[in-house]
């Protein structure tokens, strides 16, 4: 099994900054790419950004240039820096992780979800 667990959301004011991080375990071989999405309310799930093993990046045309990802694979981890932050980036945030297991398994898993609430 593989388990994520999601930290860093929050309230936070217009143009203020949020981090989140997402740590990886469990009977792990390789993880291939680590991504965040997100669902505002009555929307559906979008992605936000991803990364691959080799550190390709991928973002969504509304926070290029304000948001960036970035993976510690050392630590199965991968974060999520955002600045500038607009009350239309208000959602709960999911990370989500392709990975292959121990047991030559390839997974998708997704995080419990961090809240992430833009407002003054």
């Known amino acids: 099994q593989v388990q994520l667990v999601e930290s860093g959301g929050g309230l936070v004011q217009p143009g203020g900054s949020l981090r989140l991080s997402c740590a990886a375990s469990g009977s792990i071989f390789r993880i291939h790419i680590m991504g965040w999405y997100r669902q505002a309310p009555g929307k559906q799930r979008e992605l936000v950004a991803d990364?691959?093993?080799?550190?390709?990046?991928n973002y969504a045309d509304s926070v290029k240039g304000r948001f960036t990802i970035t993976r510690d694979n050392a630590k199965n981890t991968v974060y999520l820096q955002m600045n500038s932050l607009k009350p239309e980036d208000t959602a709960v945030y999911y990370c989500n992780v392709r990975v292959t297991t121990s047991s030559l398994v390839n997974l998708e898993v997704w995080g419990q979800g961090a809240l992430v609430t833009v407002s003054s």
């Open positions: 990364t691959t093993s080799g550190s390709t990046t």
